[in-house]
């Protein structure tokens, strides 16, 4: 193949732009604000699964709290009604009255502990509130951070992307001045030699592998036609020739 040397160094010009498009996308891939986002979305996860925990704590708590007063609310009423009918007179059994006076001291006990479910469950219950009022806080303070760290990302990113159309449109200016058969060769090896197509020879060594030249080699070059299409033979990507190539 040949192109002109112009064309031929035109080359090196896409090939430094690509160049500098790969490190956008490294630097875009690499935004350290990645790993904060992530190591915060898993506090938060980790938080949320705790509050909604705490939420149905208190949930299931204020209906144990129910539950309880109701049976406290209910061995009252028989302990009230209990009472009337033992100063009301209407029992006149001696048997009968032992009866009733032993179900209200019974009573007045059953009453008792369950007053003192009444307060455990609601121990617990506030004990429940609090963590939740807690968790709900540091969700929010969390939430913040990821907000904050997105927002961070975000900026980068258009600044980045703006950076990334702005050398590709260049790209696209200089790679339509270039035959389009030496382009496809050179994306063609750009594919194959991770990510670099043409290297410069400098001062006899192909920047591309970062060899020297032998003496066959450089007496190879000198021969060759200024429009050849060379190639390096270590790393076969196309070997621009410049001033500086020290042949």
């Known amino acids: 193949m040949n192109a002109a040397p112009a064309d031929q160094i035109r080359l090196l010009d896409v090939q430094a732009l690509d160049v500098r498009l790969s490190q956008l996308a490294h630097k875009r891939k690499s935004l350290p604000e990645h790993a904060e ?11 949320r699964d705790l509050l909604v925990a705490a939420t149905t704590e208190e949930s299931d708590t204020a209906r144990e709290q129910t539950k309880a007063e109701q049976d406290v609310d209910q061995v009252r009423q028989r302990a009230t009604r209990n009472q009337e009918r033992l100063d009301s007179g209407a029992v006149s059994s001696p048997k009968d009255l032992e009866n009733l006076q032993k179900e209200i001291v019974s009573l007045a006990k059953r009453q008792g502990d369950l007053e003192d479910v009444v307060l455990e469950v609601m121990e617990r219950r506030e004990s429940a509130q609090e963590r939740a009022a807690e968790l709900t806080e540091r969700v929010g303070a969390v939430q913040g951070k990821v907000d904050d760290a997105t927002a961070r990302r975000e900026a980068a990113f258009t600044e980045i992307d703006g950076e990334v159309a702005k050398v590709a449109k260049e790209r696209e200016v200089v790679v339509a001045s270039i035959p389009a058969d030496l382009v496809k060769l050179y994306e063609k090896l750009r594919t194959q030699s991770g990510g ?48 500086d190539s020290g042949i």
């Open 37 to 47: 986002i992530e190591s915060l979305t898993k506090d938060l996860t980790q938080l």
């Open 196 to 243: 670099v197509g043409a290297a410069r020879l400098y001062q006899r060594r192909c920047e591309g592998c970062q060899l020297e030249l032998n003496i066959t080699e450089v007496m190879e070059v000198r021969a060759a036609a200024p429009d050849a299409v060379l190639r390096c033979e270590n790393c076969r990507r196309i070997l621009v020739r410049t001033p």
